[in-house]
């Protein structure tokens, strides 16, 4: 159908966009947030320096209020005394809401009320004052005065030049401005003080005056460009994964469904490698191996789908399937007058994954088909890979096919870790030696002498052992000399379709 493809190719692109775009939602408002939460403490802590310079500055000046009000020596010894101390700052002694003494000017007399008045607290405070009434000559005055007498006591006063040169540079790469407000005045005049994304407000614990810090706006954008790029190069990341792991996991559901597919289409069948007796070098038997055609991937191998199945709980409905079809090829097989039956039964191997055995319906049609063989020449033998765990359900199973006289073969012996638990625990006829043991013959590998201990512990076991894997005459003569009963390999024959199996066992 010509939508199909369309609607294929819409889903995937869907989905597409939808791997590209889960991660850049999640890491575009991360990336922003990072910023922003970057820039917010870079400002916390740059507001914290300005506020400890400026409570440096002030406490200064309390110190040398108390110093002046301490000093006894009239108003001479007070301008010797601090006059040294910088040409920044004036120091103002104060009668009765009267300048009396000024570090910089001598013996006064002035009416100071109105600055006093603009005190905040009682005996001690700090503003914002505008010499002359002028905002551009805005500096600070620092007041203290006697506890009884609050008329009395010193006044400092700065100069806006001694208060900058103080604070430090204010604006740089990363601070457009910085400006502090006590009451309605702010400093320096000229700032604005209102609050803005990314401007932090912060406050003096010890005089209550407040620092607004803004930041400068080529800072911001530079650390969001950063945090952006690192935040964007993840999402790729994201989405690299993302993409793969749903390309993989696609493939594997996608194989998954061909396969519940191919079973109803009836597109797996069974092929046959032949066991041969190595003293006879006869027929002896017969191991059932299934096959897929796919339709689209041709033969699909069954080290592939078999675990597949196991995954997706199909692999009893192909243990019936291989049942079913062995039985009616064997069946055809039979009726040809020309079969050799010189070693009648023959065996006929069937692979039974152990959760195969765990239904007792499975049991009862084994037996069953136990006996159809029988009738038609062949003895069943399960065989049971020593890789997969064989519980205690699936052992007296085994027991109970057994005694219904169908045989046990341990496959791949050796291969897995529980080998020797499994021959202890469970009641076998025959031993298969996997093909990595055989390949050992002649070779110096570690496998090599495990395979005369196999060999060895299945004699004295008394079950026959069959070797995988033969493929050459050197591993023949080898496991013949050892007394390895059967072989089974590419030396005799691979696996062969039914048609082919008649042409070999019913020559015309
Ligand atoms: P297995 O039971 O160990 O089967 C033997 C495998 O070795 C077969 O591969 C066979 O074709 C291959 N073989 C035999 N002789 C030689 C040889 O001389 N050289 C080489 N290179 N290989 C040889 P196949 O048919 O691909 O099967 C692979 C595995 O798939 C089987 O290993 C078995 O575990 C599983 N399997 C096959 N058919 C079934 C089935 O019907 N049911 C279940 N549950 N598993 C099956
Ligand atoms: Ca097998
Ligand atoms: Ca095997």
Not at 383 to 399: F, M, P, S, W, Y
């Amino acid at each position: 159908m010509p939508t199909m493809p369309l609607l294929q190719l819409s889903r995937q692109s869907k989905s597409l966009i939808a791997f590209l775009l889960i991660p850049l939602l999640i890491v575009l408002p991360a990336s922003l947030y990072i910023t922003y939460d970057n820039v917010m403490h870079n400002l916390r802590s740059k507001a914290q320096t300005y506020v400890n310079r400026m409570d440096d500055v002030i406490s200064q000046l309390h110190q040398e209020n108390q110093k002046a009000m301490r000093a006894q020596n009239g108003c001479m010894a007070i301008r010797e005394e601090l006059l040294e101390t910088s040409q920044l700052r004036e120091l103002i002694l104060l009668k009765d809401n009267l300048a009396v003494c000024s570090s910089k000017r001598g013996v006064m007399v002035s009416d100071m009320s109105q600055i006093i008045a603009q005190r905040v607290t009682q005996h001690s405070s700090m503003f914002f004052f505008d010499i002359n009434d002028d905002p551009h000559q805005r500096t600070m005055v620092v007041i203290d005065t006697y506890p009884s007498k609050p008329e009395s006591g010193s006044l400092a006063l700065v100069d806006k030049s001694y208060l900058v040169d103080r604070l430090g540079q204010v604006a740089n790469d990363q601070i457009s401005y910085v400006t502090f407000k006590l009451g309605a005045k702010t400093f320096p005049q000229e700032n604005p003080f209102y609050q803005n994304t990314f401007s932090y407000l912060g406050t003096s614990s010890l005089y209550g005056y407040s620092v607004l810090i803004n930041a400068n706006s080529n800072y911001v954008f530079s650390r969001a460009s950063y945090t952006l790029f690192f935040c964007l190069l993840l999402s790729l990341a994201i989405s690299g994964a993302l993409l793969l792991a749903n390309h993989h996991y696609r493939q594997r559901r996608s194989l998954a469904y061909d396969l519940r597919k191919g079973i109803q289409r009836q597109e797996l069948f069974v092929m046959y490698q032949p066991i041969i007796g190595s003293q006879s070098g006869d027929l002896e038997g017969l191991e059932a191996l299934v096959r897929w055609k796919h339709p689209d991937m041709n033969l699909v191998r069954p080290d592939i789908f078999v675990p597949l199945a196991e995954r997706q709980n199909l692999v009893n409905d192909i243990t019936d399937i291989v049942l079913e079809e062995t039985l009616d090829n064997l069946k055809q097989l039979a009726r040809n007058q020309n079969l050799d039956h010189k070693h009648a039964p023959l065996h006929i191997g069937i692979n039974v994954a152990p959760q195969y055995l765990h239904e007792k319906q499975h049991i009862n049609m084994l037996i069953e088909y136990g006996k159809a063989f029988a009738k038609i020449g062949f003895s069943l033998t399960i065989e049971i890979t020593e890789r997969q765990v064989l519980d205690a359900k699936g052992r007296e199973a085994l027991k109970t096919l057994r005694q219904h006289g169908i045989r046990i073969a341990i496959d791949d012996f050796g291969t897995g870790h529980t080998s020797l638990s499994v021959i202890q625990q469970t009641e076998f006829d025959y031993l298969k030696i996997d093909k990595c043991f055989v390949d050992s013959i002649g070779l110096d590998t570690v496998n090599a002498p495990v395979l005369n201990s196999i060999i060895d512990l299945a004699h004295r076991l008394g079950v026959r052992i069959i070797a995988e894997g033969v493929e050459d005459t050197s591993q023949a003569d080898y496991l013949k000399t050892l007394n390895v009963h059967l072989l089974q390999g590419y030396l005799y024959s691979r696996p062969i379709d039914i048609d082919d199996l008649k042409k070999q066992l019913c020559p015309a």
